[in-house]
């Protein structure tokens, strides 16, 4: 029993230490999969770069109080980034795609707001997505609303009183690159894995180890740690990005540190699988590519699944991504994302990674090397 | 003596399109996540700008249930009437991003024109729903203002001008980006391999030992990584139509077409001449995977190239994709040629700098 164990230790070692050793033998894809996590980031975090804001462009044709509080309220109402220009320039600038809107105070503003009489402020919007055009749409009567709340208190009574429930906002940027994170660690534990594996069939070495008395749990066992080694790499890189460039410093450093490597194992741990499955590394990279994206939008990345529609909601806990990205939010924010408890999380993370491990396992020993 | 050139150009083509077809997984693989990709965001339309909230109405007088009405008809979220302790629990299960709640003096304060507070509150996780919900409140405010007529206090009103002449839903607006990454993932990945491959299994040196001149091959290569990402594009486009997400008319079927093409001919030079420089699959596959992703974020991804930071719109003027996205836009949601010729343009220079690129690149790796 216990020369058993010892063998089996030798053989994961053995197979750990040939796995990175061949990585080490083609440099170019190890070092572009090494970086690969933190490319994820940049990239997925250019989305939400602009911070939501609408580049507007403000014809102020009034310059008078009133359209100076009118311009303040626009500039206070999370919605624009605002620049002043003059009509040609404006036109100019949105005929060119440069900015999404503008806005034009006429030249009778004040005039007409001191002897109470309707004043219309144009908005023309570039209105390329509903999404996007809405957010204007809402925005300018926010900041009308504002500004009569400044101007006029007594005219305009109904106003809205917030409460919030977390003490301060946080940013989209902050909120948005934890999420990515775990996409980040997605791509790096299924590609180092997944090709590790589906290289083996396609050099045809698995024959070797195959015919080997090696046991397979222990091949597998043994394969993962070699790319569990190569992508700890990767995601230290991308920790340090994280941390110390984009400024997200976790609330739980414990909790980061422990969802990070758990959330590496089941990655690391479905490229195996995957990678076996397939046998093809060209394939697999593929797919493992195109996956990201969709499993990024369908994960609860940009918020609880729970605002989502239905549909999505029960997609989504299919996966074990939308599972670290509530572990990983509440790591780094505290927040809460959904009502399962650190707990069940956790234990759901874990039981994914055992099955993963003992699926990989059983695929492998139910292949041949006919395949 | 030479081989006819068109026979060689047929074989190559024949050839290499085959063998991308008889690889059922690479072809799924390719294929898959951008189909998944579609299907989620349709998925998720429903939701996009729609914050789920829950309403607690307090007020049963006549201006109280006005203001219900108006929140329910603005269209701004997606409401549950609650009474206040379901509401809490709402809001505690994070099944609501917020809890609106109507006082029940609100009717008695909006009529002696004292400050009449609706209350919101809000599970503040990201300024995006946050900024969503400090939004849409104001709005159904002035929606209810407005529905005064001019009895209302408030002046200021808006008057909307759209540039474009129809509002595209989000996911129908992400297809044509979608079909753009599509085309540059496969047409630089199918290219690059089928180009590297040659070297790695040595069958290059078959091919310049045969009577085949090297242009002939180099065409016959292109020519199938071409004509395979070319329809991979067209399908997703169909597929798009027949789901009624995007439907060019009449001449705009061509112009769409010719994007498409352009775009496939431009991705196909560069994996061509990645994988004639590499001549090993493995780096080229992540490299071109790699290249394909930082050309379609850096083009502004699936969003609205406007709302980026002026420096990252610099960057995507130089990157061929913004114009295959801006044309394609232009084509099949507006039927418009709005700076078509820009767009042709730039693309075909594109196109030919990337395919010259292709072949140099090809000629050294034969030559050494």
């Not at chain 1, 422990?258 to 995957?274: D, P, Q, Y």
């Not at chain 2, 709640?101 to 809000?122: E, G, K, L």
Request: net charge positive; hydrophobic share 50%; aromatic share 10%.
């Amino acid at each position: 029993m216990i020369q058993r164990m010892l063998y089996n230790g030798r053989v994961i070692w053995a197979c750990m230490k040939k796995d990175i050793k061949s990585a080490l033998t083609e440099r170019v894809f190890t070092i572009i999969s090494v970086f690969l996590p933190l490319n994820f980031l940049i990239l997925l975090s250019l989305f939400v770069v602009s911070g939501g804001l609408a580049p507007t462009a403000v014809v102020m044709q009034d310059t008078g109080p009133y359209a100076q509080q009118f311009y303040n309220a626009m500039a206070h109402a999370h919605s624009f980034a605002l620049q002043r220009d003059s009509a040609s320039q404006a036109e100019q600038l949105i005929t060119a795609g440069r900015i999404v809107a503008v806005v034009t105070i006429p030249p009778d503003f004040d005039a007409r707001i001191q002897s109470n009489q309707p004043v219309q402020v144009n908005v023309k919007i570039n209105n390329l997505n509903t999404d996007f055009t809405n957010d204007i749409r809402r925005a300018v009567p926010l900041s009308i609303t504002t500004f009569y709340a400044k101007a006029f208190p007594n005219v305009v009574s109904i106003t809205t009183s917030e409460h919030d429930f977390y003490q301060q906002d946080t940013g989209y940027i902050p909120y948005l690159t934890v999420s990515i994170l775990v996409i980040a660690l997605v791509m790096s534990g299924l590609l180092q894995a997944g090709t590790a594996s589906a290289r083996e069939w396609e050099n045809a070495t698995m024959k070797e180890l195959m015919l080997s008395p090696a046991s397979r749990w222990a091949i597998v066992i043994g394969k993962m740690l070699g790319s569990f080694a190569l992508s700890l790499i990767a995601v230290v890189v991308v920790l340090a990005v994280l941390i110390f460039i984009i400024g997200v410093y976790p609330v739980h450093w414990g909790e980061v540190i422990g969802f990070t490597a758990l959330t590496m194992l089941i990655f690391i741990a479905w490229g195996t699988l995957l990678g076996t499955l397939i046998k093809q590394s060209q394939a697999f990279i593929a797919l493992a590519f195109g996956t990201a994206l969709p499993l990024f939008f369908l994960s609860g990345a940009f918020g609880p699944i729970s605002f989502n529609t239905q549909a999505i909601q029960v997609i989504a806990q299919i996966f074990p991504v939308y599972y670290a990205i509530v572990l990983q939010q509440h790591a780094f924010h505290n927040f809460t994302l959904n009502t399962y408890g650190l707990g069940t999380n956790i234990l759901v993370l874990c039981a994914y990674a055992l099955g993963l491990v003992i699926l990989a396992a059983i695929v492998l020993r139910r292949s041949t090397v006919a395949n | 003596m030479s081989s006819n050139p068109m026979r060689t150009i047929w074989a190559i083509f024949k050839k290499d399109l085959s063998i991308w077809l008889l690889n059922k997984r690479n072809l799924a693989a390719t294929l898959a996540p951008p189909l998944v990709f579609l299907l989620v965001q349709a998925l998720g339309a429903v939701a996009v700008g729609r914050s789920p909230v829950a309403l607690v109405t307090l007020d049963q007088g006549p201006k109280g249930l006005q203001m219900q009405q108006i929140f329910h008809q603005a269209d701004v979220f997606r409401i549950t009437d609650a009474t206040p302790t379901q509401a809490q629990q709402l809001l505690k299960t994070i099944q609501v991003v917020a809890v609106i709640t109507i006082p029940a003096d609100f009717t008695q304060r909006v009529d002696a024109h004292a400050n009449s507070p609706v209350n919101v509150t809000v599970n503040n996780l990201n300024l995006d729903f946050t900024n969503d919900i400090r939004r849409s409140v104001p709005d159904a405010i002035t929606q209810f203002y407005q529905a005064q007529g001019s009895a209302s206090p408030i002046k200021v009103t808006l008057s909307e001008q759209d540039l474009r002449s129809r509002d595209v839903q989000l996911f129908q607006y992400s297809v044509l980006p979608t079909i753009v990454l599509l085309l540059t993932l496969s047409g630089l990945v199918t290219s690059s391999i089928a180009a590297a491959r040659e070297w790695e299994t040595r069958t290059i040196k078959e091919m310049l030992l045969s009577p085949a001149g090297r242009a002939s091959i180099i065409i016959g290569k292109v020519l199938s990584a071409f004509t395979s990402t070319f329809l991979l594009g067209v399908l997703v486009l169909l597929l798009g139509y027949v789901l009624g997400w995007t439907q060019p008319e009449g001449i705009y079927w061509l112009v769409s077409l010719l994007i498409i093409a352009l775009v496939a001919l431009m991705s196909t030079g560069l994996g061509v001449a990645m994988g004639a420089a590499l001549q090993r699959t493995q780096p080229v596959i992540a490299i071109s995977i790699n290249v394909a992703f930082y050309l379609f974020f850096l083009a502004g991804g699936i969003g609205v190239i406007a709302f980026e930071p002026i420096w990252l719109q610099n960057i995507a003027a130089f990157i061929p994709l913004t114009y295959g996205v801006h044309a394609l836009e232009q084509a099949i949601f507006y039927s418009a040629s709005d700076l078509l010729g820009r767009d042709v343009l730039v693309l075909s220079v594109c196109a030919l700098v990337a395919l010259g690129l292709g072949v140099l690149s090809m000629r050294r790796g034969i030559a050494s």
